[in-house]
């Protein structure tokens, strides 16, 4: 399945993990709400703490997605996808590896 990434901290977090969050806070939630409370709040959505070593640049580039894509969560996690993907080929090419 797709990952979806903390805009605060990068962590990354199964789409499917969005449909359980109301067990993980005690509360009845829609995917959409979920997925609302997730976008704004970050892992701590779901009663976690965020990574002590916070990768800004997934986590910015997640934030943009979600500005761009709003609800489309399946297009963000393809769109990030895509975006870590790119960022090992850049990462390859100037180590000399390409």
Known sequence: MSDIRCTKCGEPWDIDTLHEMG?????????AQARERFYREGCRAFRTVHNV?????RASAEAVLVDLLGDDVDGVAAML???EWIEAERHA????EL
């Open 23 to 31: 067990d993980w806070v005690g509360e009845t939630l829609t995917f």
């Open 53 to 57: 070593e916070i990768d800004t640049t």
């Open 81 to 83: 996808e895509d975006f």
């Open 93 to 96: 090419f100037q180590a000399g």
